[in-house]
């Protein structure tokens, strides 16, 4: 499989990079200013502001499923999730592709969710230090939600650079409180591979009996 990858080059992106090419897609890793992406067979890096739509386009034409996984780092916009989707939206709807998964936080809730005690603690603790970030990753959530994309939106609390432990992607949670990004990058794998969550907002949890 063709996967094109925006902001390939934060921790969580260059863990799918790696885990999709040992599981033998080709990748083109969207990089902006600089990369530390090693050479892989099977990957090719391409430079992209995810809020250009030329250099998105460059990006994930021709692929057949998209993964965006730009996030708040210093000195970024607080709408920078917001408005990277809405371009990648746009992009894809011109091109006439229609998969894309995209990676959030539990901050975005939605009806049946499952709130843990950690869960709840976090995101407010979140919400009252940087509220911004909080809204824009529902505010690009909305953006996803109102395409006519097949995508997928998974939500995780908190990323480490930990191992992978098993985990299980359920519909409304309760989430898992640690989760690494070697899984994240699975869990991306897994619903782009078996074509499931479309139109959904799995949420990574624990595995049953983990």
Same mark, same amino acid.
């Given at each position: 499989? &063709? $996967?094109?990858? $925006?902001?390939?080059?934060?921790?969580? +992106?260059?863990? /799918?990079?790696?885990?999709?090419?040992?599981?033998?897609? @080709?990748?083109?890793?969207?990089?902006?200013?600089?990369?530390?992406?090693?050479?892989?067979? +099977?990957?090719?890096?391409?430079?992209?502001?995810?809020?250009?739509?030329?250099?998105?386009?460059?990006?994930?034409?021709?692929?057949?499923?998209?993964?965006? /996984?730009?996030?708040?780092?210093?000195? *970024?916009?607080? &709408?920078?999730?917001?408005?990277?989707?809405?371009?990648?939206?746009?992009?894809?709807?011109?091109?006439? @592709?229609?998969?894309?998964? *995209?990676?959030?936080?539990?901050?975005?809730?939605?009806?049946?969710?499952?709130?843990?005690?950690? =869960?709840? /603690?976090? &995101?407010?603790?979140?919400?009252?230090?940087?509220?911004?970030?909080?809204?824009?990753?529902?505010?690009?959530?909305?953006?996803?939600?109102? *395409?006519?994309?097949?995508?997928?939106?998974?939500?995780?609390?908190?990323?480490?650079?930990?191992?992978?432990?098993?985990?299980?992607?359920?519909?409304?949670?309760?989430?898992? %409180?640690?989760?690494?990004?070697?899984?994240? %990058?699975?869990?991306?794998?897994?619903?782009?591979?078996?074509? *499931? /969550?479309?139109?959904?907002?799995?949420?990574?949890? =624990?595995?049953?009996?983990?």
């Amino acid at each position: 499989m &063709n $996967i094109a990858v $925006i902001a390939a080059n934060g921790r969580t +992106g260059q863990a /799918f990079v790696q885990a999709a090419v040992k599981a033998g897609h @080709q990748v083109r890793a969207g990089i902006h200013n600089y990369s530390t992406l090693k050479p892989l067979t +099977g990957l090719t890096l391409v430079e992209c502001d995810a809020t250009i739509e030329s250099d998105v386009t460059n990006l994930i034409k021709g692929q057949d499923a998209v993964v965006c /996984f730009i996030g708040h780092v210093r000195g *970024s916009q607080p &709408n920078v999730q917001t408005n990277a989707i809405k371009v990648t939206v746009t992009t894809m709807t011109k091109l006439g @592709q229609k998969r894309l998964v *995209s990676l959030t936080g539990t901050g975005v809730r939605l009806p049946g969710d499952k709130i843990t005690m950690i =869960d709840r /603690f976090l &995101n407010l603790s979140i919400g009252i230090i940087d509220p911004e970030r909080v809204a824009d990753g529902i505010n690009h959530s909305k953006v996803l939600m109102d *395409s006519d994309l097949d995508w997928t939106i998974i939500r995780v609390l908190k990323l480490t650079n930990g191992k992978s432990r098993p985990y299980t992607l359920q519909h409304s949670g309760p989430t898992k %409180a640690i989760v690494s990004r070697k899984e994240v %990058a699975l869990a991306v794998l897994e619903v782009i591979e078996q074509h *499931s /969550f479309i139109r959904q907002a799995p949420i990574i949890c =624990d595995a049953v009996g983990d």
